[in-house]
């Protein structure tokens, strides 16, 4: 949990707050910072000026990813910024991103109030990538900002257990993601992408019975091996 610093302490708990937005976008070669509207007569915060182009912004909602199956709720937010005005050394917002490349151009969101002065005065609320730009037009460009969840996901390349691929694979373990090891391992879990043919009984025997076991397909067995039933295995030929 982040401590508050005692300005920002002291101005959210007045009645009426209206926080700014600070927006860092990091291209290769070129920072841009913008904020939602200006503030303390130059828009100058920690050494930075900012652009306040930004036009409006959505809320933001929190993301996960499923440790089983990989599958990816990232968290994201909407953020409008103006297109009829310079920014960073060109005459549109998207006449720069064209110069740039903007994909997975890391963004971090936070906020300050009025009264801020010092770096500690400000809090991070979101960190991510660009994922998309949304709507584009003369007046405004819409990013879609997704976090840290989406570019891990797309940066490092997985594979899903699927009956495609490994047709013998463990019914349990289909669906789910093949672990990846990074450096030196210990106790790595693994899926059963190659656990043999699976069938079932076609009728119910005791331990006593003798003579031949009816299953219900044999068509994936070998003329001769050994099959498993719980916890027995029995060798035919």
């Known amino acids: 949990m982040k401590s508050l610093s005692d300005n920002t302490a002291e101005v959210i708990d007045k009645p009426f707050v209206a926080p700014i937005l600070l927006i860092e976008i990091e291209f290769t070669g070129l920072t841009l910072y913008l904020s939602s509207r200006p503030f303390d007569g130059r828009n ?42 310079p920014v960073g050394g060109y005459d549109s917002f998207s006449a720069l991103i064209n110069a740039y490349d903007w994909a997975f151009s890391t ?4 906020q300050i109030h009025e009264s801020a002065m010092a770096a500690a005065d400000k809090i991070d609320i979101f960190r991510g990538d660009i994922e998309n730009i949304v709507t584009m037009s003369r007046e405004a460009v819409s990013l879609q900002i997704s976090d840290i969840a989406l570019s891990y996901k797309d940066k490092w390349p997985i594979t899903i257990v699927n ?12 669906g789910k993601m093949l672990p990846q090891v990074w450096g030196s391992c210990s106790r790595v879990p693994f899926r059963a992408v190659d656990a043999g043919w699976l069938t079932t009984l076609a009728e119910d025997i005791t331990d006593s ?27 035919y030929d």
Do not use: C, W
Request: proline fraction near 5%; avoid cysteine.
């Open 107 to 110: 963004v971090t969101a936070s």
């Open 163 to 174: 009956t495609d691929d490994y047709a013998d694979a463990d019914p349990d373990d289909v």
């Open 209 to 235: 019975d003798t003579g031949n076991i009816k299953l219900t397909d044999v068509s994936g067995l070998p003329a001769s091996g050994t099959i498993q039933i719980d916890v027995e295995q029995m060798t």
């Open 44 to 85: 100058t915060f920690d050494d930075h000026v900012y652009d306040p182009i930004i036009k409006s912004f959505s809320p933001i909602r929190a993301g996960n990813i499923n440790a089983k199956n990989y599958m990816l709720s990232a968290g994201d937010f909407i953020l409008d910024i103006m297109n009829d005005i």
